[in-house]
């Protein structure tokens, strides 16, 4: 972000000052916050400069509490120069899956879009995509795979209409997810060829990435239920889920 970004979450507004030994710093008019030392709320009432992941009252940080955010806009001659960093093309995939709630951000409030993706993640947000529909009565699970942790439902929906069936019995979900893999889940969710005129070469699949292929997902899958509405006359449901159930 460029610097003077400035960062809003519901009754607070900040400055963004730029980025140091990887915390991101801002300046506020601030009036209450959660004592680091005791945890309680502490009265500061006082302008300050600070990272985003001191907590708020509530406990959240103020990362995780973040709601809009104004970039600056400075008109320019041609040829002239602002200094200020571009934008990267990622932040738009980003913004769109955690707006949807098809990626999660992680505990501390970083989405962190240049980390590897996980097959748990890529599962996961095929299965949001298609409406968090619930596994049949007799979806077999995957061997590594607990009842009741967090991917579950994920999986054996998954495994049950064949997006992702695993390897030798296991789901495998902290494993690093690649490009063909990514093609061959997001080709069976969509019941389509893999996008592309010729195949890319194989390689690991990063969280940015991940977000553009849920973005294009979406996006496919929107066109679809508009299509079948269309042509049927009436609000039908397109592969278990309505356009608002969830893209």
Known sequence: ??????????GHQMMYLGK??????VVSAVSSIMSPLSGKRQRTRDVQINTLDIRRANGKTWM???????IPWLYLEEGEEN????????HE?????????????????????ERAATVAEAVQMMWRIAGMPEPGENAEAF?????G??????????????????????????????????EEMTGKLLNREAAGESPAADGTVTRA????????SCMWRRQIHRRCAFMSGRDIRCSGTTETDSC
């Open 149 to 182: 942790s967090e991917y579950e439902k994920a999986a054996l929906w998954a495994r049950e209409t064949g997006v992702y069936t695993g390897k030798e019995g296991k789901f495998q979900g902290g494993s690093t997810l690649t490009r063909t893999l990514l």
């Open 143 to 147: 061997e590594d795979v607990a009842a």
């Open 209 to 216: 990435g991940l977000a553009e292929a849920g973005r294009f």
């Open 93 to 113: 995939y980003t913004a769109f899956c955690l707006e949807k709630g098809l990626i999660d951000a992680y505990p501390t409030g970083y989405f962190l879009p």
């Open 64 to 70: 995780q509490a973040l709601n809009k955010i104004y």
């Open 20 to 25: 140091i030994a990887g915390n991101y710093y």
């Open 1 to 10: 972000m460029p610097l003077g970004t400035l960062l809003n979450f519901p």
């Open 83 to 90: 200094g200020f960093p571009a934008l990267t093309a990622y």
